[in-house]
């Protein structure tokens, strides 16, 4: 049988519960690697929910396409076996046997996870270049250049805050 202090105690609880201190973009980013296999549409996540999701520099690169400054991504010296994946939506993009220092001051990979990306033209700066994205959603990764290491000649020039990293 349901008593008045069982109430009043299930009233409490409810009541700290809807004042405590909501997720910010850390914890919504632990959240959402945890659930990327649901059935979220992330090509048509709204721009709010991005910004929930997203610290202030992720939404910077990842949404507006906008660049980190060159050799502030740690990254740069990661070299553990992994995988290295969308910062946005957790989709794999590069494997670690594919990164190599190219001296640019960002993170840089001579091949894809096949399917993984998407290119299109990019004429900013008064030149054309290859802009490559997330595939799943969308976020913008970097520049794709012709100068890299065999085998594949390429070089996937990626901002390293629209990546993360998942050790093997």
């Known amino acids: 049988m349901l008593t008045r202090r069982d109430l009043s ?4 609880a409810l009541a700290i519960t809807a004042c405590a201190k909501t997720s ?3 914890e919504a980013k632990e959240t959402m690697k945890e659930t990327q296999m649901s059935d979220t549409n ?3 996540l709204p721009e709010a929910e991005w910004k929930d999701r997203l610290t202030e520099q992720e939404f910077y690169v990842l949404r507006q396409e906008g660049t980190e400054r060159a050799g502030t991504s740690p990254l740069n010296n990661e070299k553990r076996e992994g995988t290295f994946v969308c910062a946005g939506c957790a989709l794999p993009l590069f494997k ?3 990164k190599y220092e190219s001296g640019t001051g ?3 990979f001579f091949d894809v ?3 993984a990306v998407g290119t299109k033209v990019d004429k900013k ?3 054309k270049r290859t802009e490559y994205h ?5 976020g913008h990764q970097g520049h794709v250049f012709n100068d890299g290491p065999a085998p594949t000649g390429l070089r996937y020039c990626n901002n390293g805050v629209a990546l993360d990293f998942v050790p093997a």
Request: charged share 10%; with cysteine.
């Open 125 to 127: 700066l008064f030149m």
């Open 9 to 12: 105690i299930g009233a409490a």
């Open 134 to 138: 997330c595939i799943r959603c969308g």
């Open 106 to 108: 960002w993170p840089s």
């Open 42 to 44: 992330w090509a048509n």
């Open 24 to 26: 910010g973009p850390a």
């Open 113 to 115: 996870i096949d399917g």
């Open 96 to 98: 670690s046997d594919t």
